[in-house]
């Protein structure tokens, strides 16, 4: 039972990571486009959007946190592994099971911190620009934490398997 979910989160983070690739894709040719469109507008017709530069700030923020995400699911993220080098392969395994728990309870911890964030600022009810809640722009955060979470999970998952399988495979 237990090899199938992981198997199905498996199979959904496959298909979200290419959602998200395409999604990072668009976000960074809006924003390459609309900098262009605002710096032409600027200069040559001494006018602009008002609302344009929160709305590239936003998109930075937004191509951040989703490329953090990407990240995490590729394993490129930031991480000090010169424990588990130095260790023999099964101690550098616990210790990446280590390190891949406590990345995923951090971002547990992140979620709940930017989910009442979140709430806060829902409540506070603050416009971004036009008729856009700052809210909605800000979804990311809780959202990209919960997608990291997740994956250093799978990967915790990962390593359980890797040592019980190198566990096993000693004992016979």
Known sequence: ????????????DSLFKRLEKWLLV???GFMIGFSLLQI????VFSTGFVWGDSLLRHAVLWISLLGAGRATAEDKHIRIDLLPRLL??????????LTDCFACLVCVILIH???NFL??????????FGQI???????????SFAVMAVRFALCAFSGINSITAKTQERDS
């Not at 023999?88 to 099971?97: K, R």
């Not at 809640?133 to 959202?143: G, I, K, N, R, T």
Request: hydrophobic residues 55%; positive net charge; aromatic residues 16%.
């Open 40 to 43: 032409v507008l600027r200069n």
């Open 88 to 97: 023999p392969a099964s101690g550098g395994a616990w210790v990446s099971l």
């Open 133 to 143: 809640p700052l809210s909605w722009l800000e979804a990311v955060f809780p959202f």
């Open 113 to 115: 911190a930017s989910w």
């Open 119 to 128: 709430t806060y600022e829902t409540m506070a009810g603050t416009r971004a």
């Open 1 to 12: 039972m237990k090899a199938f979910v992981v198997h199905e989160i498996r199979h959904m």
């Open 26 to 28: 668009f976000l960074l």
